[in-house]
């Protein structure tokens, strides 16, 4: 059953009279990030870029943001980042090995990790008292799964603050929703990135077939021969010189009046 513009359009003034608060500012931003994640189709870089964007204009005193990728070999790795001091205490973690970036980043890692004053959590010796060092005292990482297949390349959004006791429950909650963004759209990427490579090897399969189907019909209508003789020429051929026969058959369909392959000998 379809609706008209107008029957919509009653049903939303409609809806709208139950007393409930219009949406936030917030829903606005998240709608507006999700048409952009899927509307363009970026690419893996692009998506993480408007992901940490999206994440320093939304969650409250997130000073450094950047994303954590671990690599099948479980290395980490940090490709997207909003200022190098956030690369560095992503690297201070994949150094020590500890830190709630690398903990999330983990395949069978928790869903979010985050202290409130890193520097005195004991949970982290080395990362913690590094990055108040640095003047950072806040911490919040949320897992992000771009692949849920084998064997499964994990990572993670980091959200770092100067503010002590930066990151409460809606800040997390903020957090999740951009990694669970995040990992939608990196899976939408990726499926697509994959079906234009498929298409694209499909495409040349078609043309290659169509160009050998070519040069086999010289060769045929030249020395009068069958198709699977014609075949045989051009394999034969394709091994001696060397030289694909795809490759080979494109340059005898286009120079045929050029162009011939040695005849077979015996």
Known sequence: MSVSEEEWARDRAWFGQDGAPPPGPLAGQFADLTRTLLDVTPTVGGVLKLVVGAAVAIVPDAHLVSVTLRDP?????????????????????????????????????????????????PRWPSFGPGTARRGYHSVLATALVPDARPPRLSGALNIYSRTPGAFDRQAIDTALLLATHASLALAHTEAVAAAELESEHLRRAIDSRDVIGQAKGILMQRRGITADEAFDVLR???????????????????????????????
């Open 73 to 121: 070999d479980g290395r980490f790795h940090t490709p997207v980042e909003t200022d190098p001091v956030a690369l560095e205490l992503d690297q201070l973690q994949y150094d020590h090995g500890e830190g709630p970036c690398v903990e999330s980043a983990r395949p069978d890692g928790p869903a979010i990790g985050w202290s409130q004053d890193v520097g005195r959590d």
């Open 236 to 266: 034969r051929a394709s091994q001696d010189l060397n030289v694909k026969l795809a490759d080979l058959a494109r340059t005898l369909a286009t120079r045929h009046t050029e162009v011939d392959l040695p005849a077979r000998e015996g």
